[in-house]
């Protein structure tokens, strides 16, 4: 597959602050790219470098073998952008925000009611037609913002928390539709905080403190070393009352992290610690606790990572 | 350079028609302000309220006071009977004007001996305190003159002075005013709408949206501007309509050079919009800027205070204010009935101040996008 994103040593500096710090990435066509880190570590930054409305401070970037700032332009007629927080025109109905879309990226007149109607349909959102937009429910809003950003035929789309604050049906419903189009040829940049959603990526990065950390498909991150370091082994525990499970767990001097997930806990622990582990959680008065040896989740990666990252600046 | 430009219109003008209730205000508002300004400001001051303390009670004091009656600028309200009560009405706010005779006032005047008459004046409004104190010296200087001529024998005065006053014969305040507040009425209104459109799209994160699309700086900007030019016209005329048959101020230039000069003016006025809308991130800061820039244009633009007398760095920054040249052609046109030559260069000038105030807004909107 052929690369459509393509960055070298992308930056970008305000003051003295450095937003995006010499960023590396490639993205292929039919990817749905994962892009993950905590808030205010460059990741809006970094897409309105890759959408042009942002110089980059050194380095650049090309979408779709266009470079995006010199070639701002073009590439913005070649993008389809949904940003963070809904915006399309509350007043205007579903097919007035479709039809103003369409007219501002020059769909031509002839091939504008086809495309409308194509989008409806790829979105569902036929019904609602002559509803204003503000009057949709959350899920159907973006629905419609992202027909709005299909509706010029976009080969590449960039989705900046697309899932933000609308139910886990509509949630479902959008990945499906994702993948669809992924399927279809499209290729995505999808923003998230949620680790379900990033272990649907075909590829995922992670962004901290500027900087991208890691770039990889979901299991070959799991399989980083620095996610496992040597001699540690991932356990799941089951045992009642896990928040004191958890605290105590903690005070283990062979257990480096131990965190509740679900109705269990996730502990990392010096290998070794699993024939040890059961023995002294009845010691502490927790009965029948289960422990089996799991494989890390991208939750415990970035967590991991983060925490070495975070240990590496504190003691710079 | 201007891609993207019908399509932003198509969307204004949906905005504009989908919202009646914001259009219908755009075009009662300034017919309001003009009708209630017009009405509250008046320069014609009479009918002052004066107090009065007559020590002397004969008959030469009591014409004096009919002159003073009779002259119409006065109205003696309150007699009073102490110093001390005169000055009270003063400072209470009941009186703006006190006036003493002398108890030897008629003594005087018939042993040909100088006679002062004292008239306190309330200093606390200039413009009433201006308009008593030229009227009084003038009751008293005539008084005078009358008392002198009949003591020499001369009947008629050897010199009279016949002015004329050229287009306002009857000095009518609105004659003088009105065509200024259509100017400014018309400057706020037009500012705050084409600001608030665009902070509005702002707040709503949907100017993002639209920066990522291919429509351009341009496109944007003069789609914005487009409807809210449309409405500004028919607010003109809806304005100066008032003018004419609720204020009878006459229209005695062309009403078709008005018109073409106007358009500078509401472009300019957008203009202005559009700078704001560069500069505020939020609604609330819009509004604030629209005073900081509306306050100058009432006491600086000529339409109160008479740019002459202001001191030169007043004055030049006065001549950066669009609404100066606006008040200038609107006066000329409407009062004295000028014509384009005598003009042009005003409508030029604005035509200038548009062109600047586009350019700079479209080099601040790359930067606040970035």
Redesign the interface.
Known sequence: MPSVIVAEGLTRRFGRFTAVDNVDLEIEQGDIFGFLGPNGSGKTTLIRML?????PSAGHATVMGRDTYHES?LV??S?G?M??????????TVT?NL???A????VPRSERTKRLDEVISIVGIGNYRKRLAGELSGGWKQRLALACALVHHPRMMFLDEPTAGIDPVARRDLWNLLFDLAGQGSTFFVTTHYMDEAERCSHVGYIYFSKLIICGTPNELKQLPEVSPGGTIRLEVRCPRLANAMRHLNTFPYVRDATIFADSLHVLADRGGEQRIADDMKQGGFESPEVHPIPPTLEDVFVTLTRSREAARNGA | MF??L???V??ET??TI??PRTLFLMLLIPSIQLTLFGYAIDLDIKHIPTAVYNLDGRQPSRDLLDAFQNSGYFDLTHPVFSDASLFQTIVRGDAKVGIKIPPDYTDNLLIGRKTAVQVLIDGSDSSVAMQALNVANAIALRRSLEIVSTAVGVPTLPIEARPRVLFNPDMKTANFMVPGLVGLVMQLVTMILTAFAIVREKE???L????????SRFGLMVGKLVPFFVIGTIEMCFVLSIMYFLFQVPINGSLGLLAAFSVPFLFTSLGLGLLISTIASTQIQAIQLSFLIVLPSVLLSGFVFPQETMPLPIYIISQGIPLTYYIRILRGIIIRGAGFYDLWMWAATLVGIGVFLLSVSALRFRKT??
């Open positions: 959408c042009g409305l942002l110089r332009e913005k007629r993008i952008y940003s963070q927080k809904f915006s399309l025109y509350t007043d205007l007035e039809l103003f879309y007219r501002v990226y020059g | 891609r993207g019908t399509s932003i198509y969307k949906i905005h989908r919202d709503n994160g949907t993002e949206q639209l920066m990522v699309t291919p429509v996008v970035s």
